[in-house]
């Protein structure tokens, strides 16, 4: 696929589409207007056109977008076509949660493995998966070739895993340790989720809001 | 406090910055260089002028900035101060790990109930919280009226939980349902955490870096 630099900002509404998309697919439109997306996703027309000409030329003039056209073209922009594999490290209760609850399928990832250290979880099965010993992570990891690992780890040994994991050849890395990894720079594609900055921002539009409300009562008050 | 719009960008960028400087505290370091802040953050020194800038001034020339006094301004801005409150809604294996190893207090937040319908829950504790009946919900949230709802409940019943907690008065909801709440726009402020956009970027990120070292592989081989 030949590429040209696309904003973060555009890379981070395709997951938006696609859900979007799955939810018309799930309930039976089959075409639609770029108006008619943007007021669904609170997006003007002209910004939808402007996010997927990054990508071709998917709509038609008149016609719209063809829904199961469109999420298959966003799809395989985000990878989901190409079988990545995964590995997830680190079984507290968000790597629980994940095997658990989290459908890597559905977004064409396969979860293959999964490690901790704890005694009395290795050996057990989650949700059909066994669960390994830590000391065989670079083993496992050199025989699966996994392409992501799944860093569910305390803190503390958050960069000793990285490591291990990317001298065994894994590209990625979707971090849910809250440690920023200290890696160095074109090695290895690192997806943080950090829950802080995620809190925090709420954080600040729930300030502002409560401002702009104090501020218009102040003012109808005369004040 | 005085408010201008300030962009999600920066508004997103702010936790980072909150991280860095607590980071350069522990390691004893009490003033920085906009260009040395930078390095380490792998931003341009004007761009961290120009974020701060949106605030006020908070640098000296010469100086660089204070290390303390910036953490407590950027601190200030994202609402830490305000000594929000919340409820933890649905005590899954989410829940249950915010609960034992999430800090909602190093981000100024107090968190004050947690809820659930599964009767081998309720009346438990966990990390010291007891754990409520969801039943009890609504005469809660009136009681306690906190400021934040955080949302861990099954998908399907995301939808009547955050209503409820809109009812009660809650402002802000921190949604982990990884459904898209169906809300009217101007009451709450909703922050989603979607773990699968989340992939769905690292899997877009490691599609486009396969695709680079490939196309400079053809190359070298003369292709």
């Not at 989290?102 to 977004?107: A, E, I, L, R, T």
């Not at 803190?155 to 001298?167: G, H, P, Q, V």
Request: charged letters at 25%.
């Amino acid at each position: 696929m030949k590429r040209i630099k696309v904003s973060n900002n555009v890379i981070r509404r395709l997951p938006r589409y696609l859900q979007k998309l799955d939810e018309l697919n799930a309930s039976g439109v089959d075409r639609i207007s770029s108006g008619e997306l943007g007021r669904q996703m609170s997006l003007t027309p002209s910004q939808i056109r402007q996010d997927f000409s990054c990508f071709g030329e998917f709509g038609q003039q008149g016609y719209g977008y063809n829904v199961s056209a469109l999420r298959a073209e966003i799809a395989k922009i985000l990878g989901m076509d190409r079988n990545f594999t995964a590995v997830l490290v680190g079984v507290g209760n968000i790597g629980h949660a994940l095997i658990d609850h989290f459908s890597f399928k559905h977004y064409g990832v396969e979860l293959v493995s999964a490690f901790d250290v704890k005694k009395d979880v290795v050996g057990t099965k989650i949700g059909g998966m066994e669960i390994y010993d830590m000391e065989n992570l670079r083993a496992v990891v050199d025989e699966l070739k996994p392409d992501i690992a799944v860093l569910c780890v305390p803190r503390f040994y958050a960069n000793d895993a990285a490591k291990t994991l990317i001298e065994a050849g894994v590209r990625g890395i979707w971090n849910f340790t809250n440690v920023e990894l200290d890696i160095p720079e074109g090695t290895t594609i690192v997806e943080n989720i950090y829950f802080s900055d995620s809190l925090l921002a709420l954080g600040y539009y729930l300030s502002e809001r409560i401002d702009e409300m104090e501020a218009k009562a102040a003012k109808s008050r005369g004040v």
